[in-house]
């Protein structure tokens, strides 16, 4: 089992309105002992989510005035956690050079793709060195939607021209990327 799982089923140990304790015996191959070993008594490192989510993080910013250059997203990118963690993992976060110099590459590149995707999809629009929100910047900061989701209803709402195509461009936002569906209705769904 992977280690998760492992401990996912050590969390349920017990039962809640019945014990006080639950009881895990871990069972393994002696060379795999250690290894579970440590991560039983040893805490997990908690790791930054940001970069994932970066993009309508920096929107929002933009959008709130807090961010209104590249230097600003920099700076802004130094109050986070991930920047905490980029020099205690730095392979975590694909980061080679872990001097100053390195690291401060490595955030002007991150910022320098995530405004020229936010650019891209028309949420904000770049001066020089300045950045400014655009009204489909404001409507994805406003109703906390996905950039990607406002740049693909502006670029097709126009061509919905009934109720099914309507609901197909709803369906095919961002923020329902990740719902899962129930069993057997993967198959009714793609009918």
């Known amino acids: 089992f992977p280690i998760t799982d492992v401990l996912q089923m050590m969390g349920r140990a017990g039962r809640p309105q019945f014990d006080t304790v639950g009881v895990a015996v871990v069972m393994v191959h002696a060379p795999k002992k250690s290894f579970y070993k440590r991560f039983l008594y040893e805490p997990f490192p908690v790791e930054s989510a940001l970069a994932d989510c970066l993009h309508n993080h920096v929107n929002a910013e933009v959008v709130t005035g807090t961010i209104t250059s590249k230097a600003a997203a920099v700076d802004y990118l130094t109050w986070t956690y991930l920047f905490r963690r980029l020099l205690c993992n730095p392979s975590y976060y694909h980061l080679l050079d872990t001097s100053k110099e390195g690291m401060a590459a490595y955030l002007a590149e991150l910022v320098e793709r995530t405004l020229q995707d936010l650019e891209d999809a028309e949420c904000l629009e770049i001066e020089g060195e300045g950045v400014q929100p655009t009204t489909l ?36 936002a961002t923020e329902f990327a990740e719902l899962p569906v129930r069993h057997n209705e993967d198959g009714m769904n793609a009918e």
Request: zero cysteines; proline letters at 0%.
């Open 137 to 172: 910047g404001r409507i994805a900061g406003y109703y906390y939607l996905d950039y990607q989701t406002v740049h693909l209803f502006a670029q097709r709402a126009e061509e919905v021209a009934s109720e099914e195509e309507a609901m197909k461009l709803l369906s095919d």
